[in-house]
C-alpha cells in the first residue's frame, strides 16, 4: 500500500504523509517476493536462467553499464553484484548482435533458477519514507538519514548531507541500486519524469542512468577481477 500511495502522491492522487505512515511500518528486513521453481524453465527465475556463464545461455551482462562500474567501486554493496571468468569472455549469441564478442560479466544477484525477486521490500520502504521527507523544503537531512541505515548496513560509507536536489539525486541513485534487476524500475523512471520531480530525469541522465565508458578497450581489463 506504501508503494501504490507514493506512486499516485507523485501525481497528487494520494498523500506522501500516508505512503510514509504506511512505509514506517514495514521493519527493515521484510521481504514479499514472487517465487520462482528450478525444476521447470518456464517457471524459473529467467535473469539467473540468461546469466549462468556454463549453463544454458549467457545473455546477460553489465559491461558498459552504470552497475559495471559501480560495483567495482563499491565491491561491497551486495545489492548489484557481477561476476567475471576469465574462461568465459564473452557472452552467446543473445548479446554478441549487438556489437561483436560483447564481454561477459553477467549479475550476481541471483544463484539458481528458484530463487525468489523481490516485490518489496523493508529497504525500499526506507526509500519510500526518505521520498516523502523530500516533499518538505529542507527535508534532506531526514531523507539522507534514511538512506543511510540501509547504507550502514551493508557496511557503505555515509551519503553526506547536501541540498534538497542532491539528496533527490542521491534518492534515485539508491533506488536504482536497491530494486536492480526485479522488473519494477519502469514506474520510477515514469513517475519522476511525468511530473519532473527532482528535477526530473535531468539530474541523473548522464550520471546514474548513463553507460559506463571504462574498460572498453579489451577483455584483458574486464576478466581482472576473476571470479566472485
Known sequence: RASVRADLASYGLANWSDAASDASGVANGFVHTANFSNQD????????????????????????????????QNPLDTRTPWTSDPAIPFGDAGVTKFGGNVIFLPQDKYNDAGDPINL????????????????????????????????????LADRPVGTDAEAYTALKEERMLELWIEGRRMFDLRRWEDNNMGGGLADVLDGVYGTSTANVAGVGEETALGVR
Open 41 to 72: 524453465q518456464g517457471q524459473s527465475n529467467y535473469i539467473m536462467v540468461a546469466s549462468p556463464g556454463l549453463g544454458t545461455y549467457r545473455a546477460h551482462t553489465t559491461w558498459g553499464t552504470y552497475y559495471e562500474d559501480y560495483f567495482r
Open 120 to 155: 518489496s521490500s523493508g529497504w525500499e520502504m526506507r526509500l519510500l519514507e526518505a521520498e516523502a521527507a523530500l516533499q518538505s523544503a529542507g527535508g534532506a537531512a531526514a531523507a539522507i538519514g534514511l538512506m543511510n541505515q540501509r547504507r550502514q548496513d551493508l557496511g
